[in-house]
């Protein structure tokens, strides 16, 4: 019976290389899959011989044994072996895992159903917290370990016994087509044991529902968003196997004053239109407590910025701080006396319109618009 040339079951050439010779047998792979077509002996006959030719033509030395000699090189007494007899694999599921990992061959996933589940606790901080960094007590409810059995779901003295279906080992094996697939054991939910005489706290889990209090230590600098991993502080996992994680995300309160923008804070400092115009100062409390003294320059407009370097927030991790940005907002003033009015006219009497050159610009180009 005449045996298909390696390369040609695969479609590339001689010269191709092992990006070529991967991706031409993901490709076979896929389109000739027996679980694909309903478990049809042809498509199963031709994934075996692609799978038997992508082993030789991934490994340097089979593939010039077989440039050298053809398929004798693989043959008893023709100078080889069979390809399937070395080289790490245990057979084509295995060739197929190494390809597709484990998404398509469960055999390669952990079984680790008993650990605990993971939590998430919100955790609403101030700004002064976030700048300084702070420990915190937060109460937890969750599965925690069964205090009357000591996590392992037994009762009094009883010892878990080992599972017969799986024979302790968590797994299971099941055939699926051309593959033998491992799974987690339905009879013990892959720790490998059964308990005969169950803890009646905890009904046999080892586990039971706790609220229980924790310290936090929160760092300096964390944001809004900010996921912090406290390991082992999930739930407890199922008769003593490990737990999972507590994740913390933080959550800034409205400040009063300051509104964050990464590493920077800025505020919002209405001032009167006489110190816009005369210049002046503005004294702001810092995050950290101290005041900070802002200089108010002569002629400020309505929305400039001024920025005081180092006394933003802190940086996550890192040294340094960020900036205070103050935003400035002239105010109009809406309640005037009869002596602030006239004080008012008097300027108005003697403007000329150089005070304000934005605003002369603006009426001149409006004027040459109208008057073309």
Do not use: W
């Not at 230590?217 to 507590?246: F, H, K, N, Q, Y």
């Not at 800034?252 to 816009?276: D, M």
């Not at 100062?281 to 002569?298: N, R, T, W, Y």
């Amino acid at each position: 019976m005449a045996e298909t040339d390696f390369y040609e079951l695969l479609g590339i050439d001689r010269g191709a290389d092992a990006a070529a010779i991967k991706s031409a047998y993901r490709r076979e792979a896929m389109e000739c899959h027996p679980d694909r077509h309903g478990g049809c002996t042809d498509k199963e006959a031709r994934f075996k011989e692609i799978s038997q030719a992508y082993d030789v033509l991934k490994d340097p030395q089979k593939r010039a044994a077989y440039d050298r000699f053809g398929h004798a090189a693989f043959q008893n007494g023709g100078g080889g072996a069979d390809p399937f007899a070395q080289g790490g694999f245990e057979g084509f599921s295995d060739i197929f895992s190494s390809i597709f990992g484990e998404f398509m061959d469960p055999r390669g996933q952990r079984q680790n159903a008993a650990r605990g589940a993971d939590l998430r606790y919100d955790l609403e901080l101030t700004l002064e917290e976030v700048f300084a960094g702070v420990g915190k007590d937060i109460q937890v409810e969750a599965l925690a370990s069964c205090d009357t059995c000591n996590g392992n779901g037994s009762r009094g003295d009883a010892k878990p016994a080992r599972c017969a279906s799986c024979n302790g080992a968590g797994k299971v094996r099941a055939n699926q087509g051309f593959f033998v697939v491992e799974r987690m054991c339905p009879t013990c939910g892959g720790s490998g044991e059964v308990i005969a005489d169950p803890c009646r706290s905890c009904d046999g889990e080892g586990r039971a529902l706790k609220r229980r209090k924790l310290h936090v230590d929160i760092p300096a600098g964390v944001d809004e968003g900010t996921r912090i991993r406290v390991t082992g502080e999930g739930e407890a996992g199922l008769r003593g196997a490990s737990s999972g994680d507590l994740y913390l995300f933080v959550h800034l309160k409205r400040h009063a004053i300051f509104q964050r923008e990464a590493t920077n804070l800025v505020a919002e400092a209405p001032i009167s239109f006489i110190t816009a115009a005369l210049g002046g100062s503005i004294a702001i409390p810092g995050i950290d407590g101290q005041k900070i003294e802002i200089k108010i320059p002569a002629g400020i407009q309505s929305g400039e910025m001024l920025r005081h370097r180092g006394a933003g927030m802190s940086v996550l991790n890192a040294r340094g701080r960020g900036d205070l940005i103050t935003r400035i907002l002239v105010e109009t003033p809406t309640k005037l006396s009869k002596e602030q009015k006239a004080i008012l006219e008097q300027f108005r009497a003697t403007e000329t319109g150089d005070e304000c050159p934005a605003s002369k610009g603006f009426f001149s180009r409006l004027k040459s618009i109208l008057d073309g």
